[in-house]
């Protein structure tokens, strides 16, 4: 803490969140037009971001709400007819315009994490799959880093119930961890040049670990012995990225970890999860699956099981992992003690693995390289794109070289030569 | 009044007015998708209609919220390259998706009739001319009545005040105001047989006209003298209105008026408005225009005449007429005695004409026929349409015949024979 902080109202910190989003998250350059989504209850930050980016420049800014509530009124209300389509052609026009970094896009989450419990998972499910085949064009002009793109979070009042129940001041609560997670709290003198060292902090790593090219990563710990092979030409990722016109952009506020893209046949052996997966509305409690081949063969979970099994079920690449990321147990989000129900927060307090869709830009080269050829290198395809967490203060992970020899990574969690 | 006004709370009145809206109004037909828009401020009823929606069968139901606040601030901290562009991919696609009846759609407005006031008047003409060009694609499927739509109102604040100056009541008062010109008040049983039996007697006003087959409409009062020549094979619409594919649909929640196409060469003579043209932001008052062969030719306004004249240059459709409607001054929105300063509500408390386009479905074979086809018969086409009011109590309007003799229409703002 530092003398600012008493003279940070929360209307001086949602000011200094919407600058660290616009110009560290998505980084809206001059003339480029700018997609802002939020949902209805986010009209504060939304507001400050849509006039900031007009400040800097932006060209046309469409600001576009959606509505938890209409999503549940669909669960609650429709008929089979409205779960037999979605619509393609919003997100396939969206993807066109967005193509040459034409349009930049800013997504402001926090929505309530139980939002469909209690609903049909057969709805549900269907609603998911649906909904991943028609956002697919979007998904994956954002994974190719088509164009700038970022996401920070917004307290809404069943998120912060959900993180802090029985607490009267949980949006507070919820709110001074998005704030500090995010950088632009009363400790931060300066969130810009915060960023800018937080950034510079994990491009080193990034580099450390491009430079081995480790032909895979160990895994061990309580109920996990997992070895994830990496694909070929992998490529690091973390912190700020570059899209294909070399636009600098942070794809999320926040961010601790490193990331790459494993070898979507090269996975083996078992894996628990360390945290609850809170996934389009269910929570899911410790996964435990069995790979073989990069195949999740086995798959079981203490709660949400029936939702776990259906995501797995969406296609082939639902059943294959698309990314690897190393985070340390001592990064700020673990520190906090706070278990989110959120994965933009959550994934950047411990190592984790995604099921599905694969980054290309994940992948020397991966931006101009056609999804065949990244997926003959390993790559994983698919609709969906969910990461769970594996790693805490009991997770040892070796790099193991094409050599075949075993490097200590990370011991009890924690980069060797890091304090923990 | 009757017995249940005592027992109609808002929340009852809001319930009534989706109900009207849904069913009445966009009558969205089992497994068709909807698309509703609002602003962010128009929640409570935007929820409603959802729900409704669903409820009756609806297939994908999209709710997308505007925010006027990210309006403004395009002007007030856009910079040039803000205004060079709109969005036409997502109208384009919106219009395609929209095609066959696929998606109906289903409008709220009540903005703030004064948003853009004091903004630069050449950025407000840019951003409206270039909104226009890009929402073309949707409203020719609107006004060909490819689909099932309607517009219905939400009383803000913003047009509470300028309604009901200095009156603390002012929302309350748009709000009884909006409930009573759509029927969904307490003095009404039951709103869906009470639009039942206004639509039958709007409907039986067409047909007597469309049997007369007028040549031209002759408007006679203060300041007006103007003979505006009707299409050749013009048709007569108001109240429900049926798509292509023969759903039946209002427009426009509340609607008085019978209207019909001018013809684009033929309207001659002089023209005053008798209300306030609310557009885009700016109030034009005290229009007057002089026609010659269907083209205006001289125009001012006592204030907003910028505003005025800029929109007249948009094309050259845009000095031309597109729509003559009629409403008597005994209608229940007149009677009000309110200017409301929205078209939705004031163009069904006088008669008036609209520059711009005209509607498809107002000519014989229209649903069916090229433009070029109905542009030869007189139809006029252009980016814009924009209706301003020249009825009152003192206006006498003959129909002239084939033939050329003058049969009295209206006499002092009534049709003959109907109560003053």
């Known amino acids: 803490m530092n003398d600012t902080s008493a003279s940070l109202s929360h209307d001086d910190l949602l000011d200094r969140l919407a600058d660290v989003a616009v110009a560290t998250g998505v980084n809206v350059q001059e003339g480029q037009d700018l997609l802002v989504s939020a949902d209805v209850t986010m009209v504060p930050l939304a507001r400050r971001i849509v006039e900031r980016a007009y400040a800097r420049g932006a060209g046309l800014v469409t600001l576009s709400y959606d509505d938890e509530a209409a999503t549940l009124a669909r669960f609650r209300y429709g008929g089979d007819q409205a779960f037999d389509h979605d619509r393609p052609w919003l997100h396939e026009a969206t993807a066109r315009a967005m193509a040459d970094g034409k349009i930049a896009r800013l997504k402001i989450i926090g929505g309530d994490p139980n939002l469909l419990d209690g609903q049909d998972h057969e709805k549900v499910a269907k609603a998911e799959r649906l909904a991943a085949a ?8 954002i994974t ?61 790593r990034r580099k450390l670990l491009d430079d081995k090219q480790y032909d895979a990563l160990h895994f061990r710990g309580p109920g996990t012995d997992l070895k994830v092979g990496l694909a070929e030409g992998h490529s690091w990722g973390g912190g700020a990225g570059k899209t294909i016109q070399g636009v600098s952009c942070n794809p999320n506020i926040p961010t601790e970890e490193v990331f790459t893209t494993p070898h979507a046949t ?5 894996v628990a999860s360390t945290k609850p997966l809170a996934h389009q509305g269910t929570l899911i409690r410790d996964i435990a699956v069995r790979f073989e081949g ?29 990314e690897v990321a190393l985070v340390p147990h001592s990064s700020p989000i673990s520190a906090s003690g706070i278990l989110f129900y959120n994965t933009l927060f959550d994934e950047n307090a411990a190592c984790h693995i995604a099921l599905g869709q694969s980054y290309a830009k994940c992948m020397k080269g991966g931006g101009t390289a056609s999804a065949e050829e990244l997926g003959a290198r390993g790559a994983n395809a698919s609709m969906i794109h969910v990461d769970w967490m594996i790693g805490s203060g009991e997770i040892d992970i070796d790099g193991i070289t094409e050599a075949g020899e075993a490097e200590p990574l990370m011991r009890g969690g924690e980069w060797p030569g890091e304090a923990r």
């Not at 090269?266 to 078992?270: A, Y």
């Not at 990069?294 to 294959?320: C, F, H, M, Q, W």
């Open 144 to 204: 190719r880093f088509e164009t700038n793109w970022s996401i920070v979070a917004y307290a809404s009042e069943a998120w912060a119930k959900t993180v802090f129940p029985n607490d009267e001041n949980a949006l507070a609560r919820l709110w001074q961890a998005i704030f500090a997670a995010s950088r632009v709290d009363a400790s931060v003198a300066d969130p810009t040049e915060a960023w800018r060292k937080h950034n510079a902090a994990l491009s080193a």
């Open 294 to 322: 990069g195949r999740i063969v086995e798959a079981s979970a203490s709660t949400g099981e029936a939702a776990l099994l259906k995501l797995l079920d969406v296609d082939d690449g639902a059943r294959r992992l698309g």
């Open 266 to 270: 090269r996975v083996d052996g078992t």
């Open 134 to 141: 028609a956002g697919k064009p979007v998904i994956e002009k």
